[in-house]
């Protein structure tokens, strides 16, 4: 273990140079998919639509006959669900709804206001063209076609899709275990009364649930322990044998009631401890028997962003996910922004459009105890590690919280 501080980079190419995704897989309903990680390519086993309809409301013509001039009878009526049956006849029409199955014969549809109608015919107002209003067959989606690729997280759109084809079951990877708990002799539970102002309720180990929620794992909550080896030792036991990744907070830092990296040497080992960013530079990584180990920092803030910076990216690669890059921004810093070099900074911000520009300024306090400034900002404003305090005027990038944040 080093106690050199690491770039943000470099510790999430470690991490990544040593996770290798899970493989066992589930089958599991479409109406519980949603955000699970596909563990296989999905093809479509049927076309989509899987006939010639209309686009609109109107009626179904031949469109050389339309452009006549002259009047075309009505000789029946389809809807979806319910289509005209047989051919159609030369000089006729068919009044035809959205989604109803084009007739046989028929090769466009003319809108309703498009039309002059009598008791049994219609005189066309347009020129029509073949195809006009008509949605062909497997025109949205070919048969056999790859609709999803192995490692994409299902969102809702998918769902739908997969509806659309007549998939009900989709085989999945089995959900990452995460092992959660907080540490730390301070910290009273919401809903219990404070001792003293020396206390302070537990907030990291339910937001830090919370933005896991979103990640689709299961989340083992192993509560609250006090500072003490022997409970920490304990609760490490029970962990390692259930989870695939032990996630702490507090007790990484260098304080002499900062016991977590004991327990890790002699349960495992940290393969590092210090990380050049702020806020969260006490983030420990490592390993505990088969199970992987990131220690959050105590403060809320530095745990929250250690969590979807450094934390977020290495439970999507162990679930298999090909997860695309964070998506960044260059934006106008409309005022000063502090900055000391030497670590990457993640300053919580409020970007918005002006006058053509996209502008961002830190929001609230940037100390990393202050939840607010979470709650306020809409994204991160992340700073070079060897920058310094930024000018308004100058470029910054931004980074707009993802779905674990808002």
């Not at 049956?85 to 206001?113: F, H, K, Y």
């Not at 949605?135 to 769902?159: C, E, F, K, N, P």
């Not at 500072?227 to 695939?244: G, K, T, W």
Request: hydrophobic residues 45%.
């Amino acid at each position: 273990m080093s106690d050199k501080w690491l770039p943000v980079s470099a510790a999430l190419a470690a991490m990544q140079s040593q996770i290798t995704p899970l493989t066992a897989t589930e089958s599991v309903d479409l109406a519980v998919a949603l955000d699970r990680v596909l563990a296989a390519p999905v093809y479509a086993p049927i076309n989509v639509p899987g006939f010639d309809n209309s686009a609109m409301d109107g009626y179904a013509v031949r469109a050389a006959e339309a452009n006549t001039g002259e009047p075309l009878q009505v000789v029946g009526s389809a809807y979806a669900g319910h289509p005209f049956d047989g051919e159609l006849p030369l000089a006729s029409c068919v009044r035809i709804m959205t989604g109803a199955q084009m007739p046989v014969g028929a090769d466009a549809v003319i809108m309703q206001e498009q039309v002059e109608r009598t008791d049994a015919s219609i005189v066309c107002q347009a020129n029509m063209q073949t195809g006009d209003n008509v949605r062909l067959r497997g025109s949205d989606i070919h048969q056999d076609a790859m609709l999803l690729t192995a490692g994409q997280r299902l969102t809702a759109t998918h769902v739908g899709l997969l509806a659309s084809i007549g998939i009900a079951k989709v085989e999945v990877i089995r959900k990452v275990k995460v092992a959660l708990f907080s540490n730390g002799d301070e910290l009273v539970q919401p809903g219990e009364a404070l001792p003293s102002s020396s206390h302070l309720y537990d907030s990291n180990r339910f937001v830090l649930s919370a933005m896991l929620q979103r990640l689709a794992v299961e989340v083992i909550d192993l509560g609250h322990i006090a500072d003490d080896p022997a409970a920490l030792e304990a609760v490490f036991q029970q962990a390692m044998r259930s989870a695939d990744v032990v996630i702490s907070s507090a007790g990484v830092s260098v304080g002499d009631a900062d016991f977590t990296k004991d327990v890790m040497a002699k349960l495992g080992h940290i393969e590092f401890w210090k990380i050049a960013m702020k806020p969260g530079k006490p983030f420990a990584f490592g390993q505990l028997g088969s199970s992987w180990f990131c220690g959050l920092p105590g403060n809320p803030v530095a745990a929250v962003v250690t969590m979807d910076q450094i934390v977020q990216p290495m439970l999507r690669q162990l679930a298999g996910e090909q997860a695309p890059a964070s998506t960044n921004y260059s934006a106008e810093a409309a005022c000063t922004i502090k900055k000391r070099p030497g670590r990457t900074d993640f300053q919580r911000g409020f970007f918005e459009q002006k006058d053509g520009k996209l502008l961002v300024r830190p929001i609230g306090s940037q100390s990393s105890a202050v939840l607010t400034s979470v709650a306020r900002a809409n994204c991160f404003i992340v700073l070079e590690q060897d920058r310094d305090t930024v000018g308004a005027g100058e470029t910054v990038t931004i980074q707009p919280f993802d779905a674990l944040l808002t």
